[in-house]
């Protein structure tokens, strides 16, 4: 037996009106929360909403209610199944990246908002006194990869650098998508503001070594033959706060 | 920042405190723009990502002006409990920001459908009942004793009633501050729109009669807004896109002289306006706080 509030809620989501409330209420109420998500997936999802226009956009996002409706009460931690869902409506087949799109929007979101993160400056010295084998890198927790069959960074990066979505760019981005190499999207975040780039395949292993609390002369070791180059990366990632400190490794380990 | 805008927390202005209601439109005007405010007013769940510009943006705001938390989503007459991780985030919040006020609504906004806890992102009504009367006592007291302070409970502007209440709204809000000791925020402009909705002939009069009918000890904060013109036999919405009607400005002069000098918020949260506009709507509500209420009242 539901209660009025039940009676409500469900009569609100879906297109019943069990508790006989009167019409031109719950059409506000109705109303109001496909704006509301719209709002919410708007701010979550700036390329998707870019990529797919307004009208398909709102109809994902009634989708997205019917489908997984909200179920807390901040907004801004909406969304999480949005890319999943956008993959499987029908009148988005032609835009087969929208769901890798959205998988990087909901990461530039969520890094957006965050914990701080900081980087131990001091312990940095320790790769000048100490030997490879004694060290590690930690990261941060500033930082996430996403990556898809198709140019997400370029894509990204067009969506949301005006002076960038140069018709060269443009170009580039269509060769890419059809081809089928995967590319790796870096989502970090540097004095706040969220950014993203291209990550090759190679610093990719690197960071997932470093994630895996290798000593740094193994993680060097794995990338010999590689195109990787630790004394370019390391300055760059310390600026990107992906690095977060040096420590002494467990030499036991 | 300048000198000039430290003006709520450094130079306390004296009489009706009034400030506004700061969206992100207006987030880079609020620290670079000088405005006589004595507070501003932001949404909480939007500052409760754990950190990042919104959350440095606020704490920025925080040293120029006090801050008053007004959350949308506490859902306090919901028969679901508060979310486990709502109120550890809001005490974080109110920790760093020290607001000056902090207030939710008389509303339930979370109930099961399909075998889980929805969230409906709305303010929906509650049943004025003995059964919700106790229910909103035992989440207020709990919210109080987690954030060691007074809550300010706001009346709604409601578009559906729902059906089984046994006391009105003022004697249902009455006894929420007699149980709990939490204050009221009296939002002029949804007393104007349920009136209006409700078919009121003589609107004045009945939110003369609903001010008159709570306790004036309790009352914490005034909320003025605008809203939309609808077409005869619609229902007004309560959509805070317009500037401030005269018939409330009119309800702010009678709620002064009955309330005393009441901080005073002007909400404007849909098609927004220039700072200045929104800012000149504050000065307004000064003015006739200053002219209901000469300074040594």
């Given amino acids: 037996m539901d209660t009025e509030q039940q009676r409500l809620i469900r009569s609100i989501f879906s297109h019943d009106n069990p508790g006989n409330f009167d019409p031109r209420g719950l059409a506000i109420y109705r109303r109001n929360l496909v704006a509301s998500a719209c709002r919410a997936l708007s701010v979550t999802f700036p390329t998707v909403e870019q990529l797919i226009g307004e009208s398909l956009f709102r109809h994902a996002a009634q989708q997205m209610l019917s489908e997984f409706p909200p179920t807390a009460p901040d907004w801004g931690v909406w969304g999480e199944h949005f890319g999943r869902l956008l993959g499987q409506l029908p009148e988005l087949e032609s835009y087969p990246y929208v769901s890798d799109c959205a998988q990087l929007d909901y990461a530039c979101h969520k890094l957006s908002r965050a914990a701080d993160c900081e980087t131990d400056f001091d312990s940095l010295q320790l790769l000048g006194t100490e030997t490879a084998d004694s060290v590690v890198l930690k990261l941060s927790e500033c930082f996430l990869i996403v990556t898809s069959d198709y140019p997400l960074a370029d894509i990204w990066l067009a969506h949301h650098d005006s002076d960038q979505l140069t018709e060269e760019r443009i170009r580039r981005i269509r060769k890419k998508t059809g081809n089928t190499a995967t590319q790796g999207a870096l989502v970090y975040r540097k004095n706040h503001r969220v950014q993203v780039r291209e990550i090759p395949a190679d610093e990719q292993r690197w960071l997932a070594f470093l994630q895996q609390g290798m000593r740094l002369s193994d993680a060097l070791d794995e990338m010999q033959n590689t195109d990787f180059n630790f004394e370019n990366w390391l300055p760059e990632a310390v600026f990107m706060n992906i690095v977060s400190a040096v420590t002494t490794a467990d030499l036991t380990a | ?297």
Avoid at chain 2, 49 to 72: D, I, N, W
Avoid at chain 2, 90 to 101: F, G, N, S, T, Y
Avoid at chain 2, 113 to 118: A, C, E, K, P, T
Avoid at chain 2, 165 to 194: H, I, R
Wanted: with cysteine; net charge negative.
């Fill in chain 2, 1 to 297: 920042m300048s000198e000039a805008l430290k003006v709520g927390k450094e130079k306390p202005r004296k009489g009706t405190a009034i400030g506004v209601g700061l969206r992100h439109a207006h987030f880079r005007d609020v620290l670079t723009a000088p405005a006589p405010l004595d507070f501003v007013e932001v949404h909480s769940e939007n500052f409760f990502g754990k950190g990042g510009a919104a959350r440095a943006f606020l704490l920025e705001v925080a040293q120029y002006y006090p801050v008053s938390l007004h959350s949308t989503a506490m859902g306090l007459g919901s028969e679901s409990a508060i979310p486990d991780s709502y109120m550890p985030e809001l005490k974080r919040l109110a920790e760093d920001v020290e607001p000056c006020l902090i207030s939710d609504h008389v509303a339930f906004s979370r109930a099961e459908w399909l075998g889980h806890i929805v969230h409906s992102g709305d303010l929906l009504p509650v049943v004025f009942d003995r059964e919700n009367l106790f229910r909103m006592v035992a989440n207020i007291d709990h919210v109080q004793k987690v954030l060691g302070r007074r809550l300010l409970l706001e009346n709604l502007s409601a578009y559906l009633t729902l059906p089984g209440s046994e006391m009105s709204e003022t004697e249902f809000l009455t006894a929420l501050t007699q149980e709990t000791g939490c204050g009221l925020l009296v939002d002029l402009n949804n007393l104007y729109v349920n009136a209006k909705n409700q078919g009121v002939e003589n609107v004045e009069r009945y939110v003369r009669r609903w001010l008159e009918s709570i306790p004036a000890e309790a009352v914490g904060e005034l909320h003025l807004a605008g809203c939309s013109p609808v077409a005869a036999g619609e229902l007004m919405i309560d959509d805070h896109a317009r500037p401030v009607a005269d018939e409330v400005w009119w309800l702010y002069a009678f709620a002064l002289e009955r309330f005393g000098p009441v901080p005073t918020l002007i909400e404007w949260d849909n098609d927004l306006p220039d700072w200045q506009v929104l800012t000149a709507e504050a000065e307004k509500a000064r003015k006739i706080a200053e002219e209901v209420l000469p300074y040594g009242h």
